[in-house]
């Protein structure tokens, strides 16, 4: 069955921090995979996706994504980052379904920035 | 351009009460999307419409009903509610394969 993990529940890093969150996934075809942030009381925001090509996606606001096959993993980078980037991060990937384009989210990961 | 909006925000029911969730879009998309978010379990599918005047169950449509009113209005409906049915309910629209706009949800309590 497909599905989507996020091995950190919750990190902590200082501002101006290096960042990355892990996301592994388990698909038999070749997956649609994206990265949703979600500030808190907020709705979810799409910051990349990765269809096919070049396997590191750029995103919004500074992110990037880089997509490895072997290791089934689709993990979230940023250099350097901000207060306002304190937020759930969701994995999640694109199946085909028979009538419908389906995605599955993974449980997120809740990152805190240390001023 | 509004994007997806839900109402209402915040809502409170007893068991056993009847609610609708209203959302609605302006992109034009073809397809809505009704989940829910529990805390350590991402969002759950509940229900969906690939297009106008088709709906379908999503992962956990138990307790729920929807409807597609025209392309832009998509409702979701608790017709008793149960304290598991408190949840945060999101709203999303897609027109690119997979590329969903959500709304910024409504939190449901049950007592």
């Known amino acids: 069955a497909q599905s989507v993990t996020q091995p950190d529940i919750h990190i902590t890093v200082s501002e101006g921090a290096s960042l990355e969150l892990r996301c592994n996934y388990s698909y038999g075809a070749t997956p649609y995979l994206f990265w949703y942030v979600q500030s808190p009381g907020q709705g979810l925001q799409l910051l990349l996706k990765y269809f096919s090509g070049d396997t590191l996606v750029q995103g919004i606001k500074g992110f990037e994504a880089e997509f490895k096959r072997s290791q089934s993993s689709f993990n979230l980078r940023k250099p350097s980052v901000h207060w306002s980037d304190a937020a759930e991060y969701f994995c999640a990937v694109g199946v085909t379904k028979t009538s419908y384009d389906k995605v599955i989210f993974g449980p997120g990961t809740s990152l805190s920035v240390i001023p | 351009n509004a994007g997806v909006t839900q109402t209402p925000k915040f809502q409170v029911l007893k068991t056993g009460q009847s609610m609708t969730l209203q959302c609605a879009q302006d992109?034009?998309?073809?397809?809505m999307y009704w989940y829910r978010q529990d805390p350590g379990m991402g969002l759950r599918l509940i229900y969906y419409s690939a297009s106008e005047g088709t709906t379908d169950k999503g992962e956990v449509p138990n307790g729920y009903n929807v409807s597609r009113l025209n392309k832009r209005e998509f409702s979701l409906r608790l017709e008793s509610a149960a304290p598991s049915q408190t949840s945060v309910y999101f709203c999303a629209s897609s027109y690119l394969l997979y590329e969903q706009y959500f709304g910024p949800g409504t939190r449901l309590t049950v007592t």
């Open positions: 992109m034009n998309h073809n397809s």
